[in-house]
């Protein structure tokens, strides 16, 4: 059974950082990632790291955010800094798992909590 759980999220000020942190079991994962989604708003790609370490960001976050992972833990992180209030959502952990050939199966965790104020 896979399982994603999150942590590091909470109330920072504008101009601030955190680390989430996204521990995964249950299976081998090819890439693993953040997205997030604000109140009304669709969810949307943050940051996501392949099994070969290439990275991928939202424009948005460029420069400011920094995705990595620890293969051997199973654990992906995100350093975020020079945080924005429109940073302001839930951050949920993705992950991939190949099933066969190019045929991926994601699993999420349940979301933390990120709110920046001004």
């Known amino acids: 059974q896979v399982q994603l759980v999150e942590s590091g999220g909470g109330l920072v000020q504008a101009g601030g950082s955190l680390r989430l942190s996204c521990v995964g079991s249950?299976?081998?994962?090819?890439?693993m990632g953040w997205y997030r989604q604000a109140p009304g708003k669709e969810r949307e790609l943050v940051a996501v790291i392949s099994d070969r370490d290439s990275t991928n960001y939202a424009d948005s976050v460029k420069g400011r955010f920094t995705i990595s992972r620890d293969s051997t833990k199973n654990t992906v992180y995100l350093q975020m800094n020079s945080l924005k209030p429109e940073d302001t959502a839930v951050y949920l952990c993705n992950a991939k798992v190949t099933v066969w050939a190019t045929i991926q199966q994601d699993f999420w965790g349940q979301g933390t909590q990120v709110t920046v104020s001004s």
């Open positions: 249950g299976s081998v994962f090819s890439a």
